[in-house]
T-cell receptor
Framework: AQSVSQHNHHVILSEAASLELGCNYS??????LFWYVQYPGQHLQLLLK????DPLVKGIKGFEAEFIKSKFSFNLRKPSVQWSDTAEYFC????????????WGAGTKLIIKP | DAGVIQSPRHEVTEMGQEVTLRCKPI?????LFWYRQTMMRGLELLIY????????DSGMPEDRFSAKMPNASFSTLKIQPSEPRDSAVYFC??????????????FGEGSRLTVL
């Protein structure tokens, strides 16, 4: 079955630390990849997306993600996190195999210690 | 442009009462999704519509839940009768038609439901 895995359910970092959140998917063929962020008490909003082209995608607030097709991965990175990055981060994938419905990872709760 | 608009933002009701949640998608979007989010189960897709037609309602937990989309600018999610375990944040989201190269969802602010 098609699935999206986010390996870390909770991550705690200090301010200025570097961040990498893992995301792996189990689809063949062409995929579209997304990272969404949900700040405490708010709705989900798009952080960045990959459809095609340069596999290194830059999003808002200094986030980036790299699509590595051979590893079926789309890891999210930020070189230096801030307290305001405390949020839950969701990876999502769609593909022709899922009729382009988004399949969601379970989310990673990120806590940044001031 | 106005985003996805949901109402009410908060609802507190008693077990057994009927609850109706409303959603206005972004104008021009063809697809509409209802999600439920809880601490225990995370984000769950309940149902989605394409061009006002329900496509997949396999996520609707039971017959107490129903959803309608009478036109392109309005959808409702109804729970009758409500139970305490229905307490959650219900998100509505919309997107352009689901085709290759698409799939970005725009979420509303959510309706926080508490059933006592």
């Amino acid at each position: 079955a098609q699935s999206v895995s986010q390996h870390n359910h909770h991550v705690i970092l200090s301010e200025a630390a570097s961040l990498e959140l893992g995301c792996n998917y189990s689809y063949g063929g062409t995929v579209n990849l997304f990272w969404y962020v949900q700040y405490p008490g708010q709705h989900l909003q798009l952080l960045l997306k990959y459809f095609s082209g340069d596999p290194l995608v830059k999003g808002i607030k200094g986030f980036e993600a790299e699509f590595i097709k051979s590893k079926f991965s789309f890891n999210l990175r930020k070189p230096s996190v801030q307290w305001s990055d405390t949020a839950e981060y969701f990876c999502a994938v769609n593909a022709r195999a899922s009729n382009y419905q988004l399949i969601w990872g379970a989310g990673t709760k990120l806590i940044i210690k001031p | 442009d106005a985003g996805v608009i949901q109402s009410p933002r908060h609802e507190v009701t008693e077990m057994g009462q009927e609850v109706t949640l409303r959603c206005k998608p972004i104008s021009g979007h063809n697809s509409l999704f209802w999600y439920r989010q809880t601490m225990m189960r995370g984000l769950e897709l309940l149902i989605y519509f394409n061009n006002n037609v329900p496509i997949d309602d396999s996520g609707m937990p039971e017959d107490r839940f129903s959803a309608k989309m009478p036109n392109a600018s309005f959808s409702t999610l109804k729970i009758q009768p409500s139970e305490p375990r229905d307490s959650a944040v219900y998100f509505c989201a919309s997107s352009l038609a689901l085709t290759e190269g698409s799939g970005e969802l725009f979420f509303g602010e959510g309706s926080r439901l508490t059933v006592l």
